[in-house]
């Protein structure tokens, strides 16, 4: 992961090309212990410690029934990392790799993902623990843990028919 606007030797930074506007809405704001990069874990222990996840208005309806699911999916923006290294060099020992094979935040889209493990709820506040983020991440979405859904059936011969 690079670190401190740093670039080893190998790793390639690209010019990024003009932001378009995706419509991205922060729905709300994570609390964790972690102000600095240097100290922040670089992936969630669900033994770790508790995080608060704050769902702003008007989404805070929306978790309506997350506290039926053990584990929850979370996005988040990583607001302070780099956008540009195309190459990278994670381990510093010369071994380079393109940003899509790696978990890096640095990436053109910071978008981090966490499986949390839900330890309570206290009204628009999500109490988790398995976040890797700074405090004051923005927060994208939270989904339910997908495991805890049974895959569709593949489609079986007649099913689009209409009668």
Not at 69 to 84: A, F, I, M, P
Not at 118 to 138: H, K, N, W, Y
Request: with cysteine; net charge neutral.
């Amino acid at each position: 992961m690079v670190r401190r606007n740093e670039i080893r030797p190998g790793e390639v930074a690209v010019t990024p090309p003009t932001a378009t506007d995706a419509g991205l809405v922060f729905i709300g704001r994570i609390r964790t212990p972690w102000t600095d990069r240097m100290a922040c874990p670089r992936q969630g222990r669900l033994d770790g410690p508790v995080c608060r996840i704050e769902v702003f208005e008007p989404w805070a309806g929306g978790l309506d029934g997350i506290g039926l699911y053990d584990k929850v999916e979370v996005l988040y923006w990583l607001d302070q990392s780099r956008r540009d290294i195309l190459l990278q060099s994670p381990r510093s020992d010369g071994t380079v790799r393109g940003v899509f094979s790696l978990r890096s935040p640095v990436r053109p889209n910071p978008i981090g993902t966490s499986l949390a493990a839900l330890v309570g709820i206290e009204g628009a506040t999500l109490l988790v623990r398995g976040l890797d983020c700074l405090d004051g991440t923005p927060l994208i979405d939270l989904k339910p843990d997908r495991c805890a859904f049974t895959p569709l059936a593949p489609p079986q011969p007649g099913d689009h028919e209409t009668g």
